[in-house]
């Protein structure tokens, strides 16, 4: 069984076309619990003191918790008007909801500290979306959709004479987002 909380940061991205030139940066927290299995285990008794031996070797789980995903969004929107003018926005939009994965991993303990690398998978819906209506300038309508995301970390921690560990973990994540932007025009603009 594991607790986690983990903060993702994501590289920021660059969207640009004729009328509007956007820069993303995403970043998601989240709080799981886990239910792990650890492969060729041994019988251990469940009173303290507990050997950190019985953390060695493959083990794969299941997880599942609540986060949110944000986007600081940094954008300039160019209206050919007339009169013709540029539209800047900052803002930061986000949303949140259900996370869930599945994980694999091994690990290795020397006397109380343990070691390991640990391979993940997360289906996400996770998204966020705006409609923005400017009175007589027409609107747009914002969103980025989290899609399926790949990882690799190394996990590091300490095994206490309970059996519990407290471990950190720091690795890089493929995600792919998919951004949206609708742009429309009232009578005033055209």
Known sequence: LRFEYALSKYDEYHVVTTNYDERYKNSMGYFNVGLSWQFGGQ?????????????RGVYAGAHIGHGSMNSALSAVHHHSGPPAYNDPLQADFGASGITSGVYLGYGHTFDRIYVG??????????EWKHDRVTSGRGGRDFSVRKRESYGASLRAGYVLANGAMV???Y?????QFNTCLLYTSDAADE
């Open 43 to 55: 019988k251990q008794k469940i009173s303290p003191p507990v050997e950190p031996e019985f953390l």
């Open 171 to 175: 690795g890089a994540v493929k995600t």
């Open 117 to 126: 690398l640990e391979l993940d998978a997360e289906p996400s819906q996770a």
């Open 167 to 169: 471990y950190g973990r």
